[in-house]
């Protein structure tokens, strides 16, 4: 279905497949809408109306782009995610990064420094200490 799409809209199309994509959770997703699909045909038609029909608020406050304060790559925080999980990482907290917390940071910096660790910035991006 996404190829006609694709081909009635004029989109590129590429049919290349990830290496990773046979457990990713879109195949789940493929497959509860091809069963979507057998049980009432316009379905499909109807999540890519409502997907065409979809409008983002203008009030809405969209992140800014921005770059990593450690490695330079693209970020909308301080930190990106990978630099973040690296440091949970190296510190022992493998959960810190996921999810939604505020202030992990700044806290993190502390509690190094107060223990005479190494802080964030003073490794290479992708290093883990073990």
């Not at 009432?40 to 409502?50: E, F, G, H, Q, W």
């Not at 997907?51 to 809405?60: Q, V």
Request: overall charge positive.
């Amino acid at each position: 279905m996404s190829l006609t799409y694709a081909y009635f809209k004029r989109l590129d199309y590429f049919s290349t497949e990830c290496i990773y994509s046979p457990n990713a959770y879109r195949g789940f997703a493929r497959e509860f809408i091809k069963d979507l699909e057998r049980l009432r045909p316009r379905a499909v038609l109807d999540i890519i109306r409502s997907g065409e029909n979809f409008r983002i608020s203008t009030t809405a406050k969209m992140p800014e782009q921005g770059t990593c304060e450690r490695c330079g790559y693209i970020s909308s925080q301080k930190w990106c995610k990978a630099c973040v999980l690296l440091d949970g990482l190296n510190r022992g907290l493998p959960k810190l990064g996921i999810g939604r917390s505020h202030g992990v940071i700044g806290a993190s910096r502390d509690r190094n420094e107060r223990n005479g660790g190494k802080t964030i910035e003073s490794k290479q991006c992708g290093t883990l200490d073990f």
